[in-house]
């Protein structure tokens, strides 16, 4: 009997439309034996979309209303850049209504999800990461005591936000409060990390029947000052695959993204930036739902590697449905 997936994209957060083509590429090349749908989740609405046809969904009991059928969803698949999937809240949707899913845990999710939580979890490990400072909305703050501590330059994140929106890199004193009421645009929290003078890469990880898989690194060079939304997405940057770094460095970064998928015991394809200093790398954060659109890293990491998206997908499917 054919089974139904959803793939439930769009969401909150500045990065609907991202989240729109990455689930787009997805459901092009999953197995066509399923039935598949995007269901798109924004704050008016949420609706299940196949080809161009529009139906309703029963958030209820997650059926897909379709004529006169009731649809159930056999299996979900979460690929929402930012609120509410990719900090794990469809998830427990998911989980309340026994509908299994190829993406991390709800635990997972929301921990990943916080870079500057996240980054002190893996910090109690023993990974290197920046030094940094907390920030709630509202709270008072000292400019001269973060420039003392952190130094400059250095960056104001959003903590629960993605794609690089809200991140500014702060030269100057006067640049400070400007950019963090910028990152507080994004969310209620926000991180001042010190900044890294590196080489910046990624490392896309996966499972497969085999185990933990690691996917050739990218280099990341910014024609911008830095790694932001318009070098991302706009064609401002160097995405270089495999990264232009020793074969020491190369095996070093692998071996820490799988050390830190199975500690946060994440599942399918999740992306760790790092920061290499000299030969020692710095956790930037952690991606449980990396860009997956024409344009995005993950794409020419399995290109690189020699491995169809479409074969990548089945092999998700395959290990993460057992």
Same mark, same amino acid.
């Given at each position: ?50 080809? #161009? !046809?529009?139906?309703?969904?029963? *958030?209820? %009991? /997650? ?6 059928? @009731?649809?159930? =969803? ?11 999937? #990719? !900090?794990?809240?469809?998830?427990? *949707?998911? %989980? /309340? ?6 993406? @991390?845990?709800? =635990? ?215």
């Amino acid at each position: 009997m054919t089974q139904t997936i959803g793939i439930f994209c769009g969401g909150f957060s500045s990065e609907f439309d991202i989240s729109i083509k990455s689930a787009t590429t997805i459901a092009r090349n999953l197995p066509s034996s399923y039935d598949i749908y995007l269901i798109i989740v924004s704050k008016s609405s949420w609706y299940a979309k196949q080809h #161009e !046809n529009r139906y309703a969904i029963n *958030l209820q %009991d /997650l059926t897909i209303r379709k004529e006169d059928l @009731s649809i159930k =969803l056999d299996i979900g698949l979460v690929y929402i850049h930012g609120e509410p999937g #990719e !900090n794990g809240k469809i998830q427990a *949707l998911l %989980d /309340l209504h026994g509908v299994p899913y190829l993406n @991390s845990g709800v =635990l997972a999710s929301s921990l990943s999800f916080d870079k500057w939580y996240c980054n002190q979890f893996l910090k109690s490990f023993g990974f290197n990461v920046a030094e940094s400072i907390h920030l709630l909305k509202g709270d008072s703050f000292d400019k001269h005591e973060i420039i003392q501590k952190l130094g400059l330059p250095l960056f104001v994140k959003p903590c629960d936000s993605g794609s690089s929106y809200g991140i500014s890199k702060v030269n100057k004193l006067e640049e400070l409060t400007p950019s963090i009421d910028k990152a507080f645009e994004e969310g209620s929290t926000l991180v001042m990390e010190s900044f890294l003078k590196g080489i910046e890469v990624t490392c896309g990880v996966y499972r497969n029947k085999k185990g933990l898989q690691a996917l050739p690194l990218t280099e990341i060079v910014s024609e911008n000052d830095f790694f932001d939304f318009d070098a991302k997405y706009n064609g401002k940057s160097q995405e270089i695959t495999p990264a232009r770094i020793t074969e020491d460095s190369r095996e070093k970064v692998q071996a820490i993204a799988i050390k830190i998928y199975a500690l946060l015991q994440l599942r399918s394809i999740a992306r760790i930036d790092f920061m290499l200093v000299g030969d020692k790398p710095y956790v930037i954060e952690v991606n449980t739902t990396p860009g997956f659109s024409d344009a995005s890293i993950v794409p020419k990491m399995l290109d690189a590697a020699g491995i169809s998206i479409a074969h990548f997908w089945k092999e998700i499917i395959e290990r993460e449905l057992q």
